[in-house]
């Protein structure tokens, strides 16, 4: 019982990685909002996350596991049903922070409680339970998603948390121990608080700079440099403290760094092409919302698979080997994915995001064993955080980059394209004659074109980011060392 509820909580928390992508057309249009400022629904929840996932160790050990279980299930699901009574983004975008600030406790808290009430022979088979249970979220999240915006409304997205986090809440009342208060360790507040001020500073900039059009604005630039400002205090700090949040050996072990870096390179792969994904599915190819979760769905079932799959070849097969292979099939899928056109077909798109999503699993788990194969026991809960923040930071600096280039080359792509739209021009003479540019109603259609045809050119501009972005990530690989005793239970880091 204490398995499933702490499993309740963490596909709670998963679910809401992913089940409000395939509700942002609809949240934009009903809040009145941007293509940008709507990315902000997804980027500000993951950056909340990343912020808090570290300073879990330090709240366990002040107020109890359980107590702070029950405290971020009450406060993730009040904040989520705050997200379902949004009346426009800022609101909606301040409630996804909070859910992210009550969320990110909730992975490390039942990761820690399943390890803990199985017996260490129990352990692996209790780990692998609990990894297929986090990946159920992913798989849920597009066709659930899709099926409540489409028979309900796009609020429901958040109110499904309510029974969920409702069951688990009971099951922890009435079944799990309390573990009770731990030695307070000193937590480096002053540290942590300079991280916060630069990733959010940064985050901030790179959200509003479409819309302030960069450096011309006066907001950037104070942005950007409390970014470079926070970032610049932090490693100071860092090296000069007695007890920094995070010890500056961690970081002269070169797998965990080498991993930490592609962690963060593929975090900004798995959402960025989940933020692009949605929309294209959408508003280009006109799908409904319940069919675009559906067609978003293999893409869960071939992470969860090669999961399973890889579990058992680690150890037996060098890691490297499966990231290489991992990483090839994210650069075989997307590739692919650029060269899309208007007719592209339901069953291509969900071959590649099988492919691309069983790629995305072959690099997960093989990815964190070599980050802390070789890391000191002594630095593996730190290690654990910090490789959390990459990942996390990565991925909602990757959304609001591709987002970014979305908006900002569909517009100099309709520009570039619109200069040869005019009457002389022999393909608009071939056009009918309802599309005659020398009619208002002609003009309007003509524009409505030539925008479509801009906006396919910068998705696909988008997914061939991405594809160099994994290439980049291949030569990496070879700075990785081959660890002389494999690790265990390591693993399952990467979930948090």
């Given at each position: 019982?204490?398995?499933?509820?702490?499993?309740?909580?963490?596909?709670?928390?998963?679910?809401?990685?992913?089940?409000?992508?395939?509700?942002?057309?609809?949240?934009?249009?009903?809040?009145?909002?941007n293509q940008d400022q709507i990315n902000w629904v997804l980027t500000s929840y993951i950056v909340a996350?990343?912020?808090?996932?570290?300073?879990?160790?330090?709240?366990?050990?002040?107020?109890?596991?359980?107590?702070?279980?029950?405290?971020?299930?009450?406060?993730?699901?009040?904040?989520?049903?705050?997200?379902?009574?949004?009346?426009?983004?800022?609101?909606?975008?301040?409630?996804?922070?909070?859910?992210?600030?009550?969320?990110?406790?909730?992975?490390?808290?039942?990761?820690?409680?399943?390890?803990d009430i199985n017996p260490p022979e129990r352990r692996g088979q209790a780990m692998a339970i609990w990894?297929?249970?986090?990946?159920?979220?992913?798989?849920?999240?597009?066709?659930?998603?899709?099926?409540?915006?489409?028979?309900?409304?796009?609020?429901?997205?958040?109110?499904?948390?309510?029974?969920?986090?409702?069951?688990?809440l009971s099951g922890m009342l009435f079944f799990m121990p309390d573990s009770g208060r731990q030695d307070?360790?000193?937590?480096?507040?002053?540290?942590?608080?300079?991280?916060?001020?630069?990733?959010?500073?940064?985050?901030?900039?790179?959200?509003?700079?479409?819309?302030?059009?960069?450096?011309?604005?006066?907001?950037?630039?104070?942005?950007?440099?409390?970014?470079?400002?926070?970032?610049?205090?932090?490693?100071?700090?860092?090296?000069?403290?007695?007890?920094?949040?995070?010890?500056?050996?961690?970081?002269?072990?070169?797998?965990?760094?080498?991993?930490?870096?592609?962690?963060?390179?593929?975090?900004?792969?798995?959402?960025?092409?989940?933020?692009?994904?949605?929309?294209?599915?959408?508003?280009?190819?006109?799908?409904?919302?319940?069919?675009?979760?559906?067609?978003?769905?293999?893409?869960?079932?071939?992470?969860?698979?090669?999961?399973?799959?890889?579990?058992?070849?680690?150890?037996?097969?060098?890691?490297?080997?499966?990231?290489?292979?991992?990483?090839?099939?994210?650069?075989?899928?997307?590739?692919?994915?650029?060269?899309?056109?208007?007719?592209?077909?339901?069953?291509?798109?969900?071959?590649?995001?099988?492919?691309?999503?069983?790629?995305?699993?072959?690099?997960?788990?093989?990815?964190?064993?070599?980050?802390?194969?070789?890391?000191?026991?002594?630095?593996?809960?730190?290690?654990?955080?910090?490789?959390?923040?990459?990942?996390?930071?990565?991925?909602?600096?990757?959304?609001?980059?591709?987002?970014?280039?979305?908006?900002?080359?569909?517009?100099?792509?309709?520009?570039?394209?619109?200069?040869?739209?005019?009457?002389?021009?022999?393909?608009?003479?071939?056009?009918?004659?309802?599309?005659?540019?020398?009619?208002?109603?002609?003009?309007?259609?003509?524009?409505?074109?030539?925008?479509?045809?801009?906006?396919?050119?910068?998705?696909?501009?988008?997914?061939?980011?991405?594809?160099?972005?994994?290439?980049?990530?291949?030569?990496?690989?070879?700075?990785?060392?081959?660890?002389?005793?494999?690790?265990?239970?390591?693993?399952?880091?990467?979930?948090?």
């Amino acid at each position: 019982m204490i398995t499933a509820c702490v499993m309740l909580a963490t596909i709670m928390q998963a679910l809401d990685t992913t089940i409000a992508n395939i509700a942002l057309p609809y949240m934009q249009g009903n809040l009145g909002a941007n293509q940008d400022q709507i990315n902000w629904v997804l980027t500000s929840y993951i950056v909340a996350a990343a912020i808090m996932t570290p300073v879990t160790g330090a709240l366990v050990s002040r107020i109890g596991r359980k107590n702070l279980f029950i405290v971020a299930v009450v406060g993730f699901v009040a904040a989520s049903v705050l997200c379902g009574l949004a009346q426009n983004v800022t609101e909606i975008v301040g409630f996804r922070l909070l859910q992210g600030v009550f969320g990110a406790p909730l992975v490390p808290l039942s990761q820690a409680t399943v390890i803990d009430i199985n017996p260490p022979e129990r352990r692996g088979q209790a780990m692998a339970i609990w990894g297929v249970g986090v990946m159920v979220g992913p798989i849920l999240g597009p066709v659930l998603g899709g099926w409540l915006t489409d028979h309900y409304s796009w609020r429901w997205v958040f109110y499904i948390n309510v029974p969920i986090g409702a069951l688990a809440l009971s099951g922890m009342l009435f079944f799990m121990p309390d573990s009770g208060r731990q030695d307070s360790k000193r937590f480096d507040w002053l540290g942590f608080g300079l991280l916060s001020l630069g990733v959010g500073a940064l985050q901030m900039m790179l959200d509003r700079g479409q819309d302030q059009d960069w450096f011309n604005s006066l907001e950037i630039i104070i942005e950007t440099v409390l970014a470079a400002l926070g970032f610049y205090m932090f490693v100071v700090h860092l090296l000069t403290a007695e007890a920094p949040f995070v010890r500056p050996r961690l970081f002269a072990d070169r797998n965990f760094v080498v991993a930490m870096v592609v962690m963060a390179i593929v975090g900004s792969l798995y959402y960025s092409i989940m933020a692009l994904a949605t929309p294209f599915l959408q508003t280009m190819l006109g799908y409904p919302v319940v069919t675009a979760g559906l067609v978003m769905g293999p893409r869960g079932i071939g992470t969860m698979a090669a999961m399973l799959v890889v579990g058992r070849l680690i150890g037996k097969v060098d890691t490297r080997i499966l990231l290489l292979l991992g990483l090839g099939m994210i650069i075989g899928s997307l590739w692919r994915m650029s060269g899309y056109s208007l007719g592209v077909s339901t069953t291509g798109f969900m071959i590649d995001g099988l492919v691309q999503g069983a790629g995305l699993g072959l690099v997960f788990v093989p990815l964190s064993t070599m980050a802390f194969s070789t890391l000191p026991r002594l630095y593996l809960d730190e290690g654990a955080g910090i490789y959390s923040v990459s990942r996390n930071l990565g991925s909602s600096i990757g959304i609001s980059i591709v987002t970014a280039l979305l908006t900002r080359n569909t517009q100099i792509n309709h520009q570039l394209l619109g200069e040869h739209v005019n009457a002389y021009s022999p393909a608009v003479q071939q056009l009918p004659q309802m599309m005659s540019p020398a009619t208002t109603t002609g003009r309007a259609m003509l524009d409505q074109m030539v925008n479509q045809q801009a906006s396919l050119i910068a998705y696909i501009d988008d997914f061939k980011l991405l594809m160099v972005l994994a290439i980049v990530a291949m030569p990496m690989l070879i700075l990785l060392r081959k660890p002389k005793v494999a690790a265990g239970p390591a693993v399952s880091v990467h979930m948090d």
